[in-house]
């Protein structure tokens, strides 16, 4: 492999995701960028690690169109809206909990700096509550795209702002060259509109976990992976995260998803 990024999800000891840069991951990108509007004139500021896939893929594919990477030490709100006018900004990725920070400020401030160049407010690597989603669309205009990864799986969804108009909080449609799979706990497929674990397969799947063959063996269901997630489909092949396996509650019977929960309480 090419790398070995650790990575260990909510539960367990990190495990080391052992990833190759071929033309799989090329192709992995352009299905990307096929629904993303990156571009060889963007300047992408990047507030999230560079530890993380999601610093470091965005930072990576912001040059690989040749663009210009702004890099700030963490993250604080005010500083981060300061950056965007500052250095006229097109596009940035941010995860939930930031995103949150920066809708938590005074609306007028936020409309006292000047985010006309951001073409691009990308969210991933948590869910995105739906009312938090209305809000940023609302503040910055139909900018905000919300995708769906993980390190073993790379970029797995995509969902643009008219997606996130229609069902907010989505994660988005497959990208091109991307299979998906919610199964049951006896893998046979859900309907649609059941909650399944999501299961995918495309060319940037990793090639499993460093010297742990059970826990590869484990996550995979006829040559899709699965980081765990629960996840629902609509007719119109819009997917929605609504927990994880291992955190979902029983209740009188009933399951109950983190992600309601959690989306209900954000409303209030």
């Not at 571009?39 to 560079?50: A, E, F, G, I, T």
């Amino acid at each position: 492999g090419a790398v070995v990024i650790y990575t260990s999800g909510t539960t367990g000891r990190p495990k080391g995701a052992v990833r190759r840069f071929g033309a799989g991951q090329v192709l992995g990108f352009a299905a990307f960028l096929e629904r993303v509007p990156m571009r060889r004139s963007d300047r992408h500021l990047c507030v999230c690690p560079l530890y993380h896939s999601t610093g470091l893929g965005f930072a990576s594919m912001s040059m690989m169109v040749g663009g210009a990477v702004v890099i700030e030490p963490d993250f604080e709100p005010m500083r981060f809206l300061r950056a965007v006018e500052r250095e006229r900004i097109t596009t940035t990725a941010l995860v939930p909990t930031m995103l949150h920070r920066l809708m938590a400020l005074d609306p007028d401030v936020i409309r006292g700096h000047s985010t006309r160049s951001l073409r691009v407010m990308a969210c991933g690597g948590a869910q995105l509550p739906a009312p938090l989603a209305r809000r940023a669309l609302d503040a910055f205009g139909d900018v905000l795209y919300n995708f769906y990864g993980a390190t073993e799986t790379g970029l797995v969804t995509v969902a643009t702002p008219d997606d996130l108009r229609a069902l907010p909080g989505t994660i988005g449609r497959a990208l091109h060259g991307v299979s998906i799979r919610l199964l049951d706990a006896d893998g046979a497929v859900v309907p649609t509109g059941e909650v399944g674990e999501l299961y995918a397969r495309s060319t940037m799947l990793v090639e499993g976990y460093h010297a742990d063959g059970d826990a590869t063996r484990s996550s995979m269901r006829d040559g899709h992976f699965s980081v765990g997630d629960l996840a629902t489909v609509d007719e119109a092949g819009r997917y929605m995260i609504v927990g994880r396996r291992r955190d979902m509650v029983i209740s009188g019977g009933v399951n109950v998803y983190p992600a309601e929960v959690e989306a209900l309480l954000d409303a209030h």
